[in-house]
């Protein structure tokens, strides 16, 4: 067996156990591209990452999606690098071969090239993220390159780009051709190994993911991307504001609030806890 190390002490060289080399690669996202149109789920905490991986979806993105879903927050705004890096390093814990792409918040990466590495660096180093994503097209071509150029795989993203789509563009489906193709060109030609199109007019979508050799990573751009990303909560109805494009698979947030009632109409029955005395030995035993 292969060995890092010489002498008695030598670890057997344990491949599955490296974390550098057991998720899945940016680089065999990217070979997908032109095969199967495959799926990405958003997560932001290791139990429910561990839910998406178990049902076969090798690649979660910790989007800032976070501020909405989780934190409490109107838009993604005020997301701060420290949450990311919290809610990504959560979702590393809890999976073991999945891609984990983390989305790099407003302010982390504008500034300057250095400013973007910098933040891109933490996500990997303390966040365990395999990937970044950032939100712009022709405009962050620079910090892509910057970020790439230290060896981090970028994800692009253009079309409605939520960081900033409050401050005044909106939420409206972007249909100028001749700019999304341009920034869509600019990722990739600036090094991202993947784009997202948010809210894109679907033959635009189309004809960029027929033009790019990059996949593009469609949410509400219709059926023609190269793969498919949706926020877990409206996946999981557990978001009561879920855009039109998304699909409910499940409505976990009348279930939970059906379960709580449940749960507290018996504690105030006084029918939860049981009166058990197998229970109360089996406690008893456990007490140091
Ligand atoms: O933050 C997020 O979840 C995203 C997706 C909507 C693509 O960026």
């Given at each position: 067996?292969?060995?890092?190390?010489?002498?008695?002490?030598?670890?057997?060289?344990?491949?599955?156990?490296?974390?550098?080399?057991?998720?899945?690669?940016?680089?065999?996202?990217?070979?997908?591209k032109?095969k199967?149109?495959?799926?990405?789920?958003?997560?932001?905490?290791?139990p429910?990452?561990?839910?998406?991986?178990?049902?076969g979806?090798?690649?979660?993105?910790?989007?800032?999606?976070?501020?909405?879903?989780?934190?409490?927050?109107?838009?993604?705004?005020?997301?701060?690098?420290?949450?990311?890096?919290?809610?990504?390093?959560?979702?590393?814990?809890?999976?073991?071969r999945?891609?984990?792409?983390?989305?790099?918040?407003f302010?982390?990466?504008?500034?300057?090239?250095?400013?973007?590495?910098?933040?891109a660096i933490?996500?990997?180093?303390?966040?365990?993220?395999?990937?970044?994503?950032?939100?712009?097209?022709r405009?962050?071509?620079?910090?892509?390159?910057?970020?790439?150029?230290?060896?981090?795989?970028?994800?692009?993203?253009?079309?409605?780009?939520?960081?900033?789509?409050?401050?005044?563009?909106?939420?409206?489906?972007?249909?100028?051709?001749?700019?999304?193709?341009?920034?869509?060109?600019?990722?990739?030609?600036?090094?991202?190994?993947?784009?997202?199109?948010?809210?894109?007019?679907?033959?635009?979508s189309r004809?960029?993911?027929?033009?790019?050799?990059?996949?593009?990573?469609?949410?509400?751009?219709?059926?023609?991307?190269?793969?498919?990303?949706?926020?877990?909560?409206?996946?999981l109805?557990?978001?009561?504001?879920?855009?039109?494009f998304?699909?409910?698979?499940?409505?976990?947030?009348?279930?939970?609030?059906e379960?709580?009632k449940?749960?507290?109409?018996?504690?105030?029955?006084?029918?939860?806890?049981?009166?058990?005395?197998?229970?109360?030995?089996?406690?008893?035993?456990r007490m140091?």
């Amino acid at each position: 067996m292969k060995s890092h190390q010489s002498g008695e002490n030598a670890r057997p060289y344990e491949p599955e156990k490296n974390p550098a080399i057991r998720r899945l690669t940016a680089g065999a996202i990217k070979r997908r591209k032109g095969k199967s149109i495959f799926p990405i789920a958003t997560a932001y905490d290791a139990p429910f990452g561990q839910f998406v991986e178990a049902a076969g979806i090798d690649v979660i993105l910790v989007g800032d999606s976070v501020g909405n879903v989780v934190l409490g927050f109107d838009e993604t705004t005020p997301v701060t690098l420290e949450s990311m890096i919290y809610h990504a390093r959560a979702v590393d814990r809890g999976t073991q071969r999945a891609h984990i792409m983390a989305d790099m918040p407003f302010g982390s990466y504008q500034v300057s090239n250095e400013d973007a590495l910098r933040s891109a660096i933490r996500l990997v180093k303390e966040g365990g993220a395999c990937s970044v994503k950032l939100e712009g097209g022709r405009d962050e071509a620079e910090r892509i390159r910057a970020i790439t150029g230290a060896g981090i795989p970028v994800v692009g993203h253009i079309g409605v780009t939520p960081q900033t789509a409050g401050l005044g563009p909106g939420f409206k489906m972007r249909t100028h051709r001749d700019r999304l193709i341009d920034d869509a060109r600019s990722v990739e030609a600036a090094g991202a190994y993947a784009i997202v199109l948010e809210v894109v007019d679907y033959e635009i979508s189309r004809e960029i993911s027929e033009m790019l050799s990059i996949p593009t990573i469609g949410i509400g751009s219709g059926p023609h991307c190269d793969a498919q990303v949706l926020v877990l909560h409206d996946i999981l109805g557990m978001y009561p504001h879920s855009p039109s494009f998304a699909k409910r698979y499940a409505e976990m947030g009348t279930l939970a609030t059906e379960a709580l009632k449940r749960y507290a109409q018996e504690v105030r029955d006084a029918v939860f806890p049981a009166r058990s005395t197998a229970l109360e030995a089996h406690l008893r035993e456990r007490m140091p």
